[in-house]
């Protein structure tokens, strides 16, 4: 159990677009899904938690406004980077958790790369 | 301010070493804490630890929790050129979000 998708797996874009990251559980109900961010050489860094219904959490130094996360059903939460630039290009990366308590809300996606030209 | 840290950063070994990865967490709210894999592509999981003193092993590699000193090791034993790849401990919330620290760059050797 426990299986989380992500896609694109690799996309690049021109600088000034947007770019949509989808990510979907699979076979549970995830309440609660995070975006990390992952520079080169670099570890994972949480961007921002994605509840179901309601607004998502950024961390310190995110901006919502670039970083636009909708988690409108209970299987998919979208991350769509706006007028990218490329200093966002970076692998992002979401986990999803079917809520408090769960033995297995660690599960990842398997990620997208993103490259801004 | 919560903080995991990992030690050492990066080493190198030849096959057949035995190599200990060390992780130091000081978190609020702790739930768990995990190990995982990461070659070029998305982090593998490895290990959950939530209990003291309980050793987790698969294959070659173990990881033993101490929750009172709070630390936790990944060991590797009987190194292969496979086991190449960078070692990431985070620590966990009762809601699944993780902190991860730097990882560790280990490098087998033929």
């Known amino acids: 159990g426990a299986v989380v998708s992500q896609h694109p797996s690799r996309v690049i874009c021109k600088s000034g677009t947007s770019v949509k990251i989808e990510c979907r559980s699979l076979d549970f109900q995830a309440t609660t899904m995070f975006w990390y961010r992952q520079f080169p050489k670099q570890s994972l860094m949480l961007m921002a938690t994605s509840n179901e219904g309601s607004k998502a959490t950024y961390e310190q130094g995110v901006e919502k406004d670039k970083f636009l996360i909708n988690h409108a059903s209970l299987t998919l939460s979208t991350l769509t980077v706006t007028s990218a630039h490329p200093e966002d290009s970076s692998f992002y990366i979401c986990?999803?958790?079917?809520?408090?308590?769960?033995?297995?809300?660690?599960?990842f996606g398997s990620g997208t790369r993103l490259t801004v030209v | 301010e919560d903080k995991v840290v990992q030690s050492p950063l990066s080493l190198v070994v030849h096959e057949g070493d035995t190599v200990t990865l060390n992780c130091s967490y000081e978190v609020t709210n702790f739930r768990s804490l995990l190990w995982y894999k990461q070659e070029k592509k998305a982090p593998t999981f490895l290990f959950m630890l939530?209990?003291?003193?309980i050793e987790k092993k698969s294959g070659r590699l173990s990881s033993i929790l101490d929750k009172k000193e709070l630390f936790s090791i990944l060991n590797i034993t009987a190194t292969q050129t496979g086991d190449s790849a960078v070692y990431l401990c985070a620590v966990g919330d009762s809601w699944g979000k993780l902190q991860f620290g730097a990882g560790t760059q280990v490098v087998v050797t033929p």
């Open positions: 986990s999803a958790s079917p809520g408090q308590g769960a033995s297995y809300g660690y599960t």
């Open positions: 939530t209990s003291s003193g």
